[in-house]
């Protein structure tokens, strides 16, 4: 193998190196950017639930007074029986208990209703609160996490620059910048393999000729197929 190719080896593989730092810090960036859009999400349902909770429990002293009221209106209603006169009177009388049993039996149906509502929207609000408390735990251990990563591998960045730096010193200017059209489009698979004289990647075959001049010369072949850069298969 040519020293231009192992050159180029390296540098890839120095390439990919960074590349991966990159996306375990940005995999980790992007966890933490997940978990503060799910705390601003529940932050937003538990204020809407608090106001909801208020808004039922008004309604639910209203609908007790109500139901108080109705019940003090029923036991005076009953009490009229002894100064019923005719039928007409008792027939109203009856009408008008039943009227309001009636109301009784619908406002004891709705304030337990409304209690078992506002209990519900209570657990649902504390769970919202205790995800809250977990996922800003959660944040705090994850920057943790990112720090200790960038902490830990800013070493092997700021070598792999350095190296990267001198190697393209190394290598000429035309094939650098075929390299980092291939880089750009291809990332890791940038470099291609030759395999019975076609490309790994995409399969496209070359000439007896091409091949031949391939392994005679310094530079690395373009696949016509693809356009990766193409080096021996040791």
Not at 33 to 61: D, F, P, S, V
Not at 163 to 190: G, P, S, V
Request: aromatic share 6%; glycine share 2%; net charge negative.
């Amino acid at each position: 193998m040519n020293e231009l190719i192992m050159i180029l080896k390296e540098y890839h593989s120095l390439k990919i190196s960074s590349l991966d730092i990159e996306k375990s810090i940005e995999s980790e960036k992007e966890r933490l950017h997940l978990i503060e859009n799910k705390i601003k999400h529940k932050q937003k349902e538990a204020i809407e639930l608090e106001e909801n909770i208020k808004t039922n429990e008004k309604e639910l002293i209203q609908d007790e007074e109500s139901f108080k009221k109705t019940i003090q209106t029923l036991e005076q209603k009953k009490q009229q029986y002894d100064q019923i006169k005719d039928n007409k009177q008792l027939t109203s009388l009856e009408q008008h208990i039943h009227e309001l049993t009636e109301s009784q039996q619908k406002l004891e149906e709705k304030i337990f209703h409304s209690m078992e509502l506002i209990e519900e929207m209570s657990e649902q609000k504390k769970n919202c609160e205790t995800f809250q408390r977990g996922a800003f735990e959660s944040i705090k251990i994850i920057q943790e996490e990112v720090s200790e990563i960038n902490k830990q591998y800013q070493i092997h960045i700021d070598s792999n620059f350095a190296r990267l730096a001198e190697l393209e010193k190394e290598i000429e200017e035309n094939i650098l910048r075929r390299y980092q059209k291939a880089w750009n489009k291809f990332k890791e698979t940038a470099l291609s393999k030759i395999n019975n004289r076609c490309c790994d990647f995409c399969g496209s075959q070359i000439s007896q000729q091409e091949y031949q001049f391939f392994m005679r010369s310094p530079e690395p072949l373009s696949c016509t197929g693809c356009s990766r850069l193409l080096i021996p298969n040791p």
